[in-house]
């Protein structure tokens, strides 16, 4: 296989996954867009049928959990897409590489 195959497969690769981040963005917007214009019909609608003013906080706050909740899955999912990298989880990965490579070589001595 030539170079340049691998090198465009691994551009289209990430052309998708940017694709998939962008479309994950617009329905993030467009759905929460919707959640928060009808949220005050959904409150008016439930105020009028239940007395009840813990399922009006319940549900005022599902609505309001909704756009939290997914906004940290989508900061996670650009993270992904645009590879950052945390240097806390990498420095992490090497000093457990070096700590488990220390604990083999000690065994090697042993035998």
């Known amino acids: 296989m030539e170079p340049q195959s691998v ?3 691994r551009a289209r690769r990430r052309v998708e996954a940017l694709k998939g981040f962008y479309s994950h963005l617009w329905v993030y917007l ?3 867009l919707v959640l928060f214009l009808i949220r005050g019909r959904v409150l008016e609608f439930f105020a009028n049928t239940s007395t009840e003013t813990n399922f009006l906080d319940w549900i005022d706050w599902n609505i309001l959990a909704v756009p939290f909740f997914w906004g940290i899955g989508l900061l996670y999912h650009g993270a992904k897409v645009f590879q950052y990298n945390f240097k806390f989880v990498k420095n ?3 000093k457990q590489l070096r700590k488990f490579m220390k604990e083999d070589d000690s065994e090697a001595d042993i035998c």
């Open 7 to 9: 090198y465009l497969k």
């Open 30 to 32: 467009i759905v929460n």
């Open 92 to 94: 992490w990965e090497e």
